[in-house]
């Protein structure tokens, strides 16, 4: 099963979703899941796009692990669901997203070893 349906490789983002959805809360605040899909379009310009199969198992793993809260409001006469950071959720995105920038340093240095960030 792909988490994303990409243009790019899939492999490569397959272990990112979650840490998409915690830094798109980090910076939003608070989206439904229909919303967080298009963020992630829109940023991508189209490359990336989280399906819905991929995308609610996600939410609700890291609303079972304490990393999110959820808000129900009446929207056009309709619930939607809100998803929001609980504190532990914020201190998780900023280990997440140190996590993934090293990564991403060690991965550039292997790639492209005369690379650097100044």
Same mark, same amino acid.
């Given at each position: 099963m792909?988490?994303?349906e990409v243009m790019a490789n899939s492999k490569l983002y397959k272990g990112s979703l979650n840490t998409i959805i915690l830094k798109l809360l980090e910076e939003q605040g608070k989206m439904y899941g229909y919303e967080i899909t298009q963020k992630v379009k829109a940023l991508t310009k189209g490359e990336l796009h989280i399906t819905e199969g991929? /995308?609610?198992?996600? /939410?609700? &793993? #890291? +609303?079972? +692990?304490? #990393? /999110?809260? =959820? +808000? =129900?409001? &009446?929207?056009?006469?309709? #619930?939607r669901k809100y998803y929001k950071l609980t504190e532990a959720g914020e201190k +998780?995105? =900023?280990?997440? #997203?140190?996590e993934l920038e090293e990564f991403i340093r060690s991965m550039q240095q292997l790639v492209n070893p005369n690379w650097s960030i100044d």
């Amino acid at each position: 099963m792909y988490i994303f349906e990409v243009m790019a490789n899939s492999k490569l983002y397959k272990g990112s979703l979650n840490t998409i959805i915690l830094k798109l809360l980090e910076e939003q605040g608070k989206m439904y899941g229909y919303e967080i899909t298009q963020k992630v379009k829109a940023l991508t310009k189209g490359e990336l796009h989280i399906t819905e199969g991929a /995308l609610y198992p996600a /939410l609700h &793993k #890291l +609303e079972a +692990e304490g #990393l /999110l809260d =959820v +808000e =129900v409001a &009446k929207v056009d006469n309709r #619930l939607r669901k809100y998803y929001k950071l609980t504190e532990a959720g914020e201190k +998780e995105t =900023v280990n997440r #997203l140190a996590e993934l920038e090293e990564f991403i340093r060690s991965m550039q240095q292997l790639v492209n070893p005369n690379w650097s960030i100044d």
